[in-house]
């Protein structure tokens, strides 16, 4: 990691800093939106699977959590997080440089993620995408494969905050009904602009049997 490729950044507040590196994939409206929707508890042991840069795990630092794992594929990112929660957090912490699914199963109470949206189109060769495409294909897990390993991280009762596309919802919900999460809370974000859907926010518990909560809409780009 070069510290001159760095650029010093804010997330959500400016008293949330970190670095980010331009030339990969930065933190976006879609980070703002799970690490505002996502409710930590005192004492949360939380797991960020394909936590890039450690934006949201820096704001989920902001709580009085236990600790901060995250994982990353990607060798570049893990470290670049790896380097912000040694310079800017304050709870324990570590960062895995792999695939999720190489991970045993956890512990956790709280596990994030902010995942790539698209499938992989026909014909698309994932050896040859670069960072940013990384970050918006399902290049290295897909949807089925990230909420098993999401529900296989948590322990009973944990909770699994998503953000994910409005157009993937029962596909999403398909895989938490079988993958023993019981969707709790659910919000949709607008665009301002046009008014059409552009992400949704889910949470699931782990062998839970509750009734769902309909958050009230959030709209991106609205003054606020």
């Not at 970190?18 to 005192?42: E, R």
Request: aromatic share 10%; glycine share 4%; net charge negative.
């Amino acid at each position: 990691m070069n510290p001159e490729q760095l650029r010093k950044d804010w997330f959500i507040e400016k008293d949330c800093p970190l670095y980010q590196n331009p030339g990969h994939f930065c933190f976006n409206t879609d980070s703002v939106l799970l690490a505002q929707f996502a409710s930590p508890k005192n004492n949360d042991r939380i797991l960020e699977i394909g936590c890039n840069n450690a934006a949201i795990l820096l704001w989920m630092d902001r709580f009085e959590i236990q600790e901060l794992h995250g994982v990353e594929i990607l060798k570049e990112p893990a470290r670049l997080a790896q380097y912000n929660l040694e310079v800017f957090g304050r709870h324990p912490f570590e960062i895995f440089q792999t695939d999720i699914q190489n991970l045993p199963a956890g512990n956790y109470d709280l596990v994030l993620s902010n995942p790539p949206f698209f499938p992989l189109e026909p014909g698309m060769d994932k050896s040859r995408l670069d960072e940013r495409q990384l970050g918006r294909f399902e290049a290295n897990l897909n949807l089925d494969q990230l909420v098993f390993c999401a529900s296989r991280q948590l322990k009973s009762n944990g909770r699994f905050v998503l953000v994910h596309r409005p157009d993937r919802l029962s596909e999403i919900l398909s895989s938490f009904k079988k993958n023993h999460l019981a969707l709790r809370r659910f919000a949709v974000a607008y665009d301002w602009r046009d008014q059409q859907p552009k992400s949704i926010l889910l949470e699931g518990v782990k062998d839970g049997t509750c009734s769902v909560m309909m958050e009230k809409p959030v709209w991106i780009g609205k003054d606020s």
